[in-house]
């Protein structure tokens, strides 16, 4: 079945560096694609997006970039602060059918 | 504008028990969709809402049921609770159905002993 995964479960970063999150996913029909972000108690919140026309797209501090030959797409946010700690996870979705993944916790140090 | 609320927060029941949770989208939105998300799981699609029928359903046993009213708040009910129902429960809006910009709720954590 389709499915959508993180690289890596956990990724810790300086801060003030520049922080790469990875996702794969499994459906070549995948035509959108977005980046949730979830503290600690919270729900959910987007971040930001991207279509499958494009191959990067920036936000305020965040790009993601978009690869559909390998179907892989990374989320960087530059300039790590503590308030991006959270857990991080992609979505993907076809006909308006939406797989996430399961999320990669991202912790700074100082 | 509000976002998307859901009540109770917090909520402990028993095996067997029953529980409902509410979920009142952003104003303005009329499909709601719930999740279930676990630690091994991630999220989980539970079903999807809009002009009170439901649209969309997830690979969920029918202990797990659902409804919309008129003015787009939810409902979603599970039966006879298992150990295994325990999760944050979520609940998403977006303007109308089909709409892949969904926006979540703070969820409800659902604890079943």
């Known amino acids: 079945g389709e499915s959508v995964g993180l690289h890596l479960p956990t990724l810790s970063v300086q801060e003030g560096d520049n922080s790469i999150i990875n996702c794969a996913y499994s459906n070549s029909a995948s035509d959108y694609f977005i980046w949730y972000k979830q503290e600690s108690g919270k729900g959910p919140q987007f971040i930001i997006d991207i279509r499958s026309n494009m191959d990067k797209r920036q936000g305020q501090r965040v790009t993601v970039l978009l690869n559909k030959t390998v179907k892989h797409l990374s989320l960087q946010i530059a300039a790590t602060q503590p308030g991006d700690s959270a857990v991080y996870f992609c979505?993907?979705?076809?006909?308006?059918?939406?797989?996430f993944g399961s999320g990669t916790r991202l912790s700074i140090r100082p | 504008k509000a976002g998307v609320t859901q009540t109770p927060r917090y909520l402990i029941k028993t095996r067997g028990q029953q529980v409902t949770l509410s979920c009142s989208p952003i104003s303005g939105h009329r499909s709601v969709s719930w999740y279930q998300q676990t630690p091994g799981q991630g999220l989980q699609f539970l079903f999807e809402y809009f002009s009170e029928t439901q649209r969309n359903k997830g690979n969920f046993p029918g202990r797990f049921s659902g409804r919309q009213f008129s003015n787009s708040r939810s409902e979603m009910n599970v039966s006879t609770l298992e150990l295994g129902d325990s999760a944050l429960y979520l609940c998403a809006s977006a303007q109308t159905i089909g709409e892949e910009t969904q926006y979540f709720g703070p969820g409800t954590r659902l604890l079943v002993l």
């Open positions: 979505a993907a979705s076809s006909a308006s059918k939406i797989i």
